[in-house]
């Protein structure tokens, strides 16, 4: 029978349109925001890799805001850069740990990640200024080189600073670290003695956040799907400003040995086999809200779209769009989807009908989500770039266009 719907006429032009976008692609970014109120999956230790005493000032995720009398009038804990919460120090009174107060080298350590290269590694900070130089400076000549290198007490030494590091898992060793440019805490031009009195020791960024970032460039050299690394945030350093806290962690990466499914990376349903239905039940579980833990397959303590990104991304190494799961986003897929028939009918879909952006329908909405990935036609992760010929396209549309009207 002749199908005269106007449905494939504008599911040809969605696919045309997508066609148009940008070949850029968007690789997982996990993102820490502390915002559940926990530390999640990161570990706080000290620099023996052991739990920090009772005693010792440590860091706590907080939504608290502080003001203090003087001499601290106008000292303020700058609000959570993302969210509601940030990571500070605790106890307050004792951060500098200064009048005799012994403190010990904390550190705060993410799981673990392969970095993708997409992207640059950013922590948004507030506190000291780095390290005990006479300057604030963002970079110096001897941070510790490893964990071990990090002394079990909080020193006053050009050696010792606060900041972060990106830890080589195999050989325990600190190859980038990244200290903060200036100080700031959260102190305005106002509130000096006074609510409402100039404050002379004001400097431009005392009080907001500062986003401290290791480049692209820069990581590019470590990028490797056979290396894995942490990040150790530390503080080691005892004296003036030699407090820190930190908000909003982004890596340009995928976590390791992931999953739920008891023990299957992705498997979210248990029956041992990591396959479309999994993804329906995942993309089922973000629509509603559903916040079990064998959802959230990228561990970062929440059940998101950042799941579904790194399952078909990460776990399965593949694209959105690539409904038959071999591996690459090409026409084979397009007409996998499309032969359900479920294209703008309002039936509910599942991602072998093209349920790609995860909302169970089958709209132009889940291929702008595919093509917007730029990777149609262009192989397996990994694969050398492609580009697909306008005739190919040009006849993979006069086909679906064929395929629809005689249905």
């Known amino acids: ?65 502080r003001e203090f009398a003087w001499p601290y009038t106008g000292h303020f804990l700058l609000p959570a850069s993302s969210g509601e919460y ?57 941070p510790a080189g490893s964990p071990d290198g990090l002394p079990t007490l909080q020193q006053y030494t050009t050696t010792d600073a606060m900041g972060y590091a990106l830890l080589d898992v195999e050989t325990n060793q600190y190859v980038l670290h990244a200290f903060q440019s200036s100080f700031n805490d959260g102190r305005g031009p106002k509130g000096w003695q006074g609510i409402d ?65 008891g023990g299957v990376p992705g498997d979210v349903n248990s029956d041992g086999i990591v396959n479309a239905v999994d993804m329906d039940e995942l993309s089922h579980a973000v629509l509603t809200g559903d916040s ?15 799941d579904r990104s790194h399952w078909i991304n990460s776990i399965n190494n593949s694209y959105f769009g690539d409904a038959n799961l071999d591996g690459v986003f090409d026409s084979s897929d397009l007409v996998t989807a499309f032969v359900s028939g479920k294209y703008e009918t309002g039936d509910a879909a599942g991602w072998i009908d093209g349920d790609w952006d995860g909302d169970l329908l089958f709209t132009t909405g889940d291929l702008v989500t595919a093509f917007q990935t730029g990777k149609y036609e262009q192989g397996p992760r990994g694969a050398a770039p492609a580009i697909p010929e306008p005739s190919s396209l040009v006849m ?8 629809l009207r005689r249905r």
């Open 197 to 261: 009195q100039d404050n002379p020791f004001y400097r431009e960024g005392q009080d907001i956040w500062e986003t401290v970032s290791i480049s692209q460039a820069d990581l590019a050299p470590f990028v490797s799907s056979e290396k894995t690394y942490r990040i150790d945030i530390y503080d080691s350093y005892r004296g003036p400003w030699s407090w820190m806290g930190f908000d909003t962690v982004k890596i340009p990466g995928s976590l390791v040995d992931n999953g739920g499914g």
């Open 292 to 306: 079990d833990a064998r959802f959230d397959v990228n561990s970062d303590g929440t059940v998101n779209g950042a």
């Open 396 to 403: 993979l549309l006069i086909g679906v266009v064929a395929f």
């Open 86 to 142: 940030r990571v500070v120090p605790t106890p307050w009174k004792q951060r500098e740990c200064l009048l005799g107060v012994i403190c010990h080298t904390h550190i705060l350590r993410s799981p673990e990640f392969s970095l993708d290269g997409s992207g640059d590694l950013s922590i948004d900070m507030m506190g000291g200024c780095g390290n005990s130089k006479s300057e604030c400076a963002s970079n110096f000549d001897n």
């Open 1 to 65: 029978m002749l199908n005269t719907s106007p449905k494939p006429l504008l599911a040809i032009a969605a696919i045309s349109t997508c066609l148009l976008l940008t070949q850029t692609s968007y690789a997982d970014t996990l993102v820490y925001g502390f915002d559940d109120g926990t530390l999640g999956d990161w570990q706080l230790i000290g620099a023996d890799g052991e739990a920090l005493p009772e005693e010792s000032v440590t860091w706590v995720v907080s939504n608290e805001e």
